[in-house]
T-cell receptor
Framework: GQNIDQPTEMTATEGAIVQINCTYQ??????LFWYQQHAGEAPTFLSY??LDGLEEKGRFSSFLSRSKGYSYLLLKELQMKDSASYLC??????????WGAGTKLIIKP | GAVVSQHPSRVICKSGTSVKIECRSL??????MFWYRQFPKQSLMLMAT?????????EQGVEKDKFLINHASLTLSTLTVTSAHPEDSSFYIC????????????FGQGTRLTVV
């Protein structure tokens, strides 16, 4: 079967670093996405990993290990505006997106 | 980047009436669009996949007669919530992906539906 899991909620301090983990199980895999969603708004694309390794994009980085079925999103120099939900989703063999439940990130001053 | 436009952003309707939500891809032709529903503090739930020129594919548990989907052109899909009830109140989001490559999905702004 297919499943995807990420923590429900995390709290971090402004200026710090936080890592949001995502684990998944699937027989067919065509990449993993991370999206940011502010309350009441639609998700916005952050990153896409299809090969193992770390992709860095400014303050945000995303890592993938296909053999472990594991990804993480790393946010550096946290700002208050980073308070949002972060959704991971993998693309299965039919290129359909399977979504995690989202991790609500709370940033404290 | 590609843009998907969804309208309206908010709508309040009376119980028993119908509401139409539009989703447009502005700079690419979307042969497939996706309709999601999201309840508070929950993740995206795929309702149906809208295919241009053919019938939509509905997920298990989604009533096709209640949530009518029309994808008449390569840039427009509509979702009509028929005979709306308060339990249909939710955040509805459409998305589309450029068929040229299986890359990120672009989302519309979402529609907050409140049925009173």
């Amino acid at each position: 079967g297919q499943n995807i899991d990420q923590p429900t909620e995390m709290t971090a301090t402004e200026g710090a670093i936080v890592q949001i983990n995502c684990t998944y199980q699937t027989s067919g895999f065509n990449g993993l996405f991370w999206y940011q969603q502010h309350a009441g708004e639609a998700p916005t694309f952050l990153s896409y990993n299809v090969l193992d390794g770390l992709e860095e994009k400014g303050r945000f980085s995303s890592f993938l290990s296909r053999s472990k079925g594991y990804s993480y999103l790393l946010l550096k120099e946290l700002q208050m505006k980073d308070s949002a939900s972060y959704l991971c989703a993998f693309q299965d063999s039919n290129y359909q997106l399977i979504w995690g439940a989202g991790t609500k990130l709370i940033i404290k001053p | 980047g590609a843009v998907v436009s969804q309208h309206p952003s908010r709508v309040i309707c009376k119980s028993g009436t119908s509401v139409k939500i539009e989703c447009r891809s502005l700079d690419f032709q979307a042969t497939t669009m996706f309709w999601y529903r999201q309840f508070p503090k929950q993740s995206l739930m795929l309702m149906a996949t809208s295919n241009e020129g053919s019938k939509a594919t509905y997920e298990q548990g989604v009533e096709k007669d209640k949530f009518l989907i029309n994808h008449a052109s390569l840039t427009l899909s509509t979702l009509t919530v028929t005979s709306a009830h308060p339990e249909d109140s939710s955040f509805y989001i459409c998305s589309a992906r450029n068929p040229e490559g299986h890359t990120e999905a672009f989302f519309g702004q979402g529609t907050r539906l409140t049925v009173v």
